[in-house]
């Protein structure tokens, strides 16, 4: 090789290495910029659960005597409820599409109003004592299980699809219960089984939102986090009403 195509030869190879180099920091500052989002994200779902459970427990404790003596007015105001609710899931799913944080805001904030309303209707029936501990059991059982899904290097997505089908299944078996056979047995057994569900939910929500915020941009974060509160808030509050339901103490 001539002197000059030696030399040739050597500087592509710097450059080579140059650009390669420059590349690799580029990617590596892409993976912490997005590392940083993604714990943002996951932090502030936490967040947002927790006031909208505080939103909650003001309603459950401000709202019974109202909604009750509403309630109590129509054999439908109840279902009625119920319709409202959903709506709100369907339209707060929208919301996040359109990536309105306003709006998927103060749709997480009536639905935890109204969930803690209904909540207050049903402490009536509760040693509030009782109601204190099965709190705090859910808040512990709750956070062994965000702690395993965020840091499981298990790919729970089959987990995901499993509780799905079990929820489908515990909707029709209290039905079933609940209009047919009326059998305090198998209703006990319905909610244990619930708990199994919601606590595994728990566990691939966590992961799903982990994996979600990878890809989120900073625009995004605000609904996203509202987003995966809303899931995570689901999945606490259907712990804690199976748990009430096996281990309260009725009055």
């Known amino acids: 090789m001539e002197q000059n195509e030696y030399k040739d030869y050597e500087y592509d190879k710097y450059d080579t290495s140059m650009i390669d180099s420059i590349n690799?920091?580029?990617?590596?500052?892409?993976?912490?910029?997005?590392?940083i989002l993604k714990k943002e994200v996951v932090a502030k779902s936490f967040l947002y659960m927790m006031a909208a459970l505080a939103v909650t427990a003001i309603a459950a404790f401000a709202a019974p005597s109202v909604l009750s003596e509403?309630?109590?007015?129509?054999?439908?105001?109840?279902?009625?409820?119920?319709?409202?609710?959903l709506a709100i899931v369907i339209v707060s799913n929208i919301a996040v599409s359109k990536n309105n944080v306003p709006l998927t805001a103060i749709l997480f904030t009536v639905y935890s109003y109204l969930t803690g309303s209904l909540l207050g209707i049903?402490?009536?029936?509760?040693?509030?004592?009782?109601?204190g501990a099965v709190f705090l059991m859910t808040a512990a059982?709750?956070?062994?299980?965000?702690?395993?899904?965020?840091?499981?290097?298990?790919?729970?997505?089959?987990v995901g699809s499993i509780c799905f089908m079990g929820i489908i299944g515990i909707?029709?078996?209290s039905l079933v219960n609940a209009f047919?056979?009326?059998?305090?047995i198998f209703d006990f057994i319905?909610?244990?089984?619930?708990?199994?569900?919601?606590v595994a939910l728990t566990a691939y929500d966590i992961q799903k939102i982990s994996k979600r915020a990878r890809y989120v941009d900073d625009s995004h974060v605000q609904v996203m986090a509202l987003s995966g509160a809303f899931e995570l808030y689901l999945d606490f509050i259907?712990?804690?009403?199976?748990?009430?339901r096996i281990f309260g103490k009725r009055n």
């Open 24 to 35: 690799s920091s580029a990617y590596q500052a892409v993976d912490t910029v997005q590392e």
């Open 70 to 85: 509403w309630l109590m007015r129509g054999r439908y105001n109840l279902i009625i409820l119920f319709v409202a609710e």
């Open 122 to 131: 049903l402490f009536w029936m509760y040693d509030l004592s009782s109601v």
């Open 141 to 158: 059982m709750f956070g062994i299980t965000a702690i395993y899904g965020m840091v499981t290097k298990k790919d729970l997505s089959s």
């Open 171 to 173: 909707i029709i078996a």
């Open 180 to 184: 047919l056979i009326r059998n305090g």
């Open 190 to 198: 319905i909610s244990v089984v619930g708990v199994v569900i919601f």
């Open 238 to 244: 259907n712990i804690f009403l199976r748990l009430l």
